[in-house]
């Protein structure tokens, strides 16, 4: 009799994690994240999971941003998407017209929302950004601003205590940062990079001006003021030659070993490096002209309307908790990604992060002017254009004023 009421216990206890188990709602959550980002991803979902025990978010990694938009694309086409997924604008955009996404300002603002002060709290032009129609339609996600990374000692030996807060003072800077052999042959370059879309177009921005008129509207970067920013990127490298374009695949070696006292690109570029460096690393804003605008990259979350009720819902209970200011707080500490909330950069742990490393706050707070490329579909090609056209500068083909007229005209025809 003992062994009978055994039996029919361990029988029950059976069924009910099966039955526990068949009630956990799956998320699929598909991604672009590779090494750190990646690993700081996973720990946070497995943290997210053993606190919610009947979600589960199923990570499926594309390896980059291109094959992640081609299988989403194909997956809308065959009416099997996942249920969230990293988008860049571009995609939202296209999506969105498909009807293929849900509105989570619907969430955002219901029962089980976001409060007011969290809201608020959020940087107005991310919230912006993610607005579609007047509602917002996916939330921002992966956040990286561009910043230059400098040498510490090199910069205090040319007499500069900070790094430099405009652009002509960083060329001057460049200039004497710049060390050549006896022989005439370039040892440390004062700067690496060549022609980069990211600082060419905040810089347009800075100088009053655009991309484009409007989304898909007329370009506006072959103007005056990209013609001058455009000019004077090439000076730094054909005619001053400070400016170091060969840098490899690897740039952020070839600065740790003094190749280069600066390097643009982004926050996130300290992530895997941090432990490998032998001298004191400065990160800085991106110096201005006019007027302070950086271009913010980076992805957003948007989810499926064809998710059945329960994975939105669970969909939503991981994107909340993501997206506090509590958890981004360990995605910044563990990427480099700026936390999306203001209050975040108060943490301790993000208050010691800061304490070490010079002018990491200054180059965070580039979030206060933020500013974005179109969003428009015709933006994908215009944009493939303009950087093939900046390249064409950079070498000498063209001058800045023909790439720039050269880009345009591409990005109209592929507009028709």
Not at 48 to 65: D, K, R, W
Not at 89 to 112: C, I, K, M
Not at 277 to 289: H, L, N, Q, R, Y
């Amino acid at each position: 009799m003992k062994m009978r009421i055994t039996v029919l216990v361990s029988a029950l206890a059976f069924l009910i994690g099966c039955k526990s188990a068949s009630q956990k709602t799956t998320v699929t959550f598909w991604h672009a994240m590779g090494g750190e980002s990646q690993k700081t991803l996973k720990t946070m979902v497995d943290r997210f999971e053993s606190t919610h025990a009947n979600i589960h978010i199923e990570l499926v990694g594309m390896g980059n941003y291109d094959a992640l938009s081609q299988k989403l694309m194909g997956a809308v086409a065959a009416k099997n998407p996942p249920v969230i997924a990293q988008q860049y604008e571009n995609w939202t955009t296209q999506l969105h017209a498909g009807g293929e996404l849900v509105y989570l300002d619907s969430f955002v603002r219901g029962p089980d929302g976001l409060s007011a002060e969290d809201l608020a709290d959020i940087y107005p032009a991310l919230l912006e950004n993610n607005t579609w129609d007047g509602r917002l339609l996916t939330l921002p996600f992966n956040k990286s601003v561009p910043v230059y990374y400098y040498s510490v000692p090199m910069f205090a030996a040319a007499g500069y205590p900070e790094f430099p807060k405009t652009w002509p003072d960083f060329r001057d800077a460049a200039m004497k940062l710049t060390k050549r052999d006896a022989a005439g042959n370039i040892e440390t370059w004062g700067a690496a990079g060549g022609t980069d879309i990211w600082i060419l177009g905040s810089m347009l921005f800075q100088r009053g001006t655009e991309f484009l008129e409007r989304e898909d509207g007329k370009p506006l970067f072959n103007g005056p003021e990209g013609v001058a920013a455009l000019q004077f990127q090439v000076d730094m490298v054909l005619r001053d030659n400070v400016q170091n374009t060969d840098v490899g695949r690897t740039p952020m070696d070839d600065f740790l070993v003094g190749r280069m006292a600066t390097l643009t690109g982004s926050s996130t570029w300290r992530a895997p490096v941090v432990d490998k460096e032998s001298f004191p690393v400065g990160m800085a804003p991106i110096p201005t002209w006019a007027k302070p605008a950086a271009i913010v990259y980076g992805t957003n979350i948007g989810m499926f309307r064809r998710a059945t009720s329960a994975q939105k819902a669970a969909a939503w209970t991981f994107i909340k908790w993501f997206t506090s200011p509590e958890q981004q707080v360990e995605w910044s500490l563990g990427t480099w990604y700026v936390p999306i909330h203001r209050r975040s950069l108060e943490d301790p742990r993000m208050v010691e992060r800061l304490a070490k490393t010079p002018g990491l706050r200054a180059a965070y707070a580039q979030m206060d002017c933020a500013v974005f490329e179109p969003r428009g579909l015709k933006w994908l090609a215009g944009r493939k254009a303009l950087v093939e056209e900046l390249e064409q500068a950079m070498l000498g083909a063209k001058t800045p004023k023909q790439a720039l007229d050269d880009a345009a005209a591409r990005y109209a025809g592929s507009a028709q």
